[in-house]
Antibody, heavy 119, light 110 residues
Framework: EVQLVQSGGEVKKPGESLKISCKGS????????IGWVRQMPGKGLEWMGI????????RYSPSFQGQVTISADKSIITAYLQWSSLKASDTAMYYC????????????WGQGTLVTVSS | HSALTQPHSVSGSPGQSVTISCTGT?????????VSWYQQHPGKAPKVMIY???KRPSGVPDRFSGSKSGNTASLTISGLQAEDGADYYC??????????FGGGTKLTVL
């Protein structure tokens, strides 16, 4: 069974750094892209970026380029989303999701990681 | 790249059909057959209901169907059931960007 398990919720202060994770299991982690999606409180889904763990090829939405860093470690079948300096506006639920090969949709999703940034 | 345009809300009675539209441009919806639709219940992760405009993943009821005309894609739910009440999001491949979501539509089953 394909599973994406995300790290737990975080409460941080503005200016702090953060790295959240997404661990894949039940499939060859190196052969599927992993995407990250933001959902701000009461708002819609926003695509942030995507990484191919096989060769670490990474693409970003223009809206998030330079604001976050997406990475992965295929040795521990885990993808990451990180911030160097959080803002209150980063408060949101963040989902990782697996992109189906040769298609552009996500067939499996993590449970979400709630990030709260507050002074 | 701008978000795809969806109606804020739609509603229907049990047994009826509803259609949710998703309007983009020739650079996304109109340019590729890579439109997908996601259902999201409150507090849950999204779930794919339609992909590649018209295809249904296994396990998704055939009451859900997708179509596209020009720069507008549509999701139709026939024989509405109470559990269909949720938020629905369209998503399209957009070339170099390469993905864009719609703003979401809240479906209320009356």
């Amino acid at each position: 069974e394909v599973q994406l398990v995300q790290s737990g919720g975080e409460v941080k202060k503005p200016g702090e750094s953060l790295k959240i994770s997404c661990k894949g299991s039940g499939y060859d982690f190196t052969k599927y892209w992993i995407g990250w999606v933001r959902q701000m409180p009461g708002k819609g889904l926003e695509w942030m970026g995507i990484i191919y763990p096989g060769d670490y090829d990474t693409r970003y939405s223009p809206s998030f380029q330079g604001q976050v860093t997406i990475s992965a470690d295929k040795s521990i079948i885990t993808a990451y989303l990180q911030w160097s300096s959080l803002k209150a506006s980063d408060t949101a639920m963040y989902y990782c999701a697996r992109r189906v090969s040769s298609a552009w949709y996500f067939d499996s999703w993590g449970q979400g990681t709630l990030v709260t940034v507050s002074s | 790249h701008s978000a795809l345009t969806q109606p804020h809300s739609v509603s229907g009675s049990p047994g009826q059909s509803v259609t949710i539209s998703c309007t983009g441009t020739s650079s996304d919806v109109g340019g590729y057959n890579y439109v997908s639709w996601y259902q999201q219940h409150p507090g849950k992760a999204p779930k794919v209901m339609i992909y590649d405009v018209t295809k249904r993943p296994s396990g998704v009821p055939d009451r859900f169907s997708g179509s596209k005309s020009g720069n507008t894609a549509s999701l139709t739910i026939s024989g509405l059931q109470a559990e269909d009440g949720a938020d629905y999001y369209c998503c399209s491949y957009a070339g170099s960007f390469p993905l864009v979501f719609g703003g979401g539509t809240k479906l209320t089953v009356l």
